[in-house]
């Protein structure tokens, strides 16, 4: 498949509700796109700027600095003790690297990859990419023979649905049946809200009550840009196995994908304070208490989303519809048509918008409830 094959942008359609929701007296309530809207860290602005003199080529592999911090932040944050530097590796963002990662993996037409029922759309596009069949299913015995790539995300998006650690290990030992590379999203693992996600850590693939101490064909992905706001500075990297990280590594340097200097700089300090982290949480903690209520009083019904920034409600009608009911009420969300064929009726709600913003959309919802 090229390029010029690819799909329309799927959030091109959702302008003409984002115009009427605009209108709106109160203005909008955009809660679709998932941009964080508060400051940056100044821990990591000031390291910004201290690193402005980037005179010389960044290294493709990262920093000693930036790599120590990311192995500390696994061991500290993720319980995944024992990585070496030469198991991480800095990426920009983590959108192109689920993008790209099927091309990187020498994934071709006959190959499969499987991503979870409810998918962000970048894991089909990557595989469509390479002319690879995308295949989407949540349980492993449904995977099939020919996979060559799975992709996990946990907390989903657009679901919030979180894996523990025994549905962890299933997916692992299901991928290694299949000869089959298996990789996780984790980038909104420190939000986790219900059950025991609210006073536990989320687990990563990595944790050694999934792979012991054996990280063979399976990779963790995480982003900075929700924990820590930096979605602009396009701040992530990818940890595990060592054979795999250093075959990424090699085909990164062919095609320059090496993060600047300075964002190397800044990925360091954030990682390495905890505090901005657990004040962010807190404000989107308080957002989802405001957001949740109001849209089940108002006729929704919330699935999964026990963890990540997002809501995935539906009120048992097409999400066209609600996006159309929604947009009458000056919010704008995005409709589950996006993300897979098998959620017609759902909507995602984003918790990235201002306290006031937030309570602005829980008193327009429930005024018409």
């Keep these: 498949m090229a390029v010029r094959d690819l799909d329309d942008y799927p959030w091109d359609a959702v302008a003409p509700f984002a115009a009427r929701a605009l209108s709106h007296p109160g203005g909008i309530v955009d809660l679709s796109i998932g941009s964080p809207v508060d400051p940056t860290p100044d821990v990591v602005a000031e390291a910004l700027r201290a690193a402005t003199d980037a005179h010389a080529y960044p290294q493709t592999v990262g920093t000693a600095a930036l790599r120590g911090a990311i192995t500390a932040w696994y061991d500290r944050r993720r319980g995944v003790p024992g990585l070496s530097v030469d198991e991480v590796l800095p990426t920009v963002g983590s959108k192109e690297l689920v993008a790209l990662l099927p091309l990187l993996l020498d994934l071709s037409a006959g190959d499969i990859v499987v991503h979870p029922r409810a998918a962000y759309p970048t894991y089909e596009v990557g595989a469509k990419l390479v002319g690879a069949t995308p295949f989407a299913a949540d349980d492993p015995a449904q995977w099939p ?68 101490d054996d990280r063979r064909d399976v ?25 795999l990280v250093s075959r990424l590594l090699t085909a990164r340097k062919h095609l320059g994908l090496m993060l600047p200097g300075p964002v190397q700089s800044a990925m360091t300090a954030a990682l390495a304070d905890d505090a901005h982290v657990a004040a962010q949480r807190e404000r989107y903690r308080a957002r989802r208490e405001v957001l949740r209520p109001a849209l089940v009083d108002a006729g929704f019904r919330i699935d999964n989303s026990e963890g990540g920034l997002y809501l995935w409600a539906t009120e048992g009608v097409d999400a ?46 429930v005024t018409v409830s």
Excluded at 184 to 202: F, M, Q, V
Excluded at 224 to 243: C, E, I, P, T
Excluded at 329 to 358: C, K, N, W
Aim: charged share 20%.
């Design 145 to 212: 023979v020919g996979t060559r790539l799975v992709w996990l995300n946990t907390p989903g998006n657009p679901d919030g649905r979180v894996l523990d650690v025994h549905e962890l290990r299933a997916a692992v030992a299901r991928a290694r049946e299949l000869g089959a590379v298996i990789v996780s999203d984790e980038c909104y693992a420190e939000l986790g809200w219900d059950g025991p996600w609210a006073h536990a850590p989320i687990p990563s693939i990595l944790d050694p009550r999934v792979v012991g």
């Design 219 to 243: 990779l963790s992905v995480y982003s900075l840009s929700k924990q820590s706001n930096l979605a602009g500075y396009r701040a992530a990297f990818l940890a595990g196995d060592g054979d």
């Design 320 to 365: 066209w519809k609600t996006m159309d009911r929604l947009a009458d009420l000056g919010i704008l969300a995005g409709p589950g048509h996006f993300y897979g064929q098998h959620f017609p009726e759902h909507v995602r709600f984003s918790l990235t918008a201002t306290d006031e913003r937030i309570a602005a959309a829980a008193e327009r919802l």
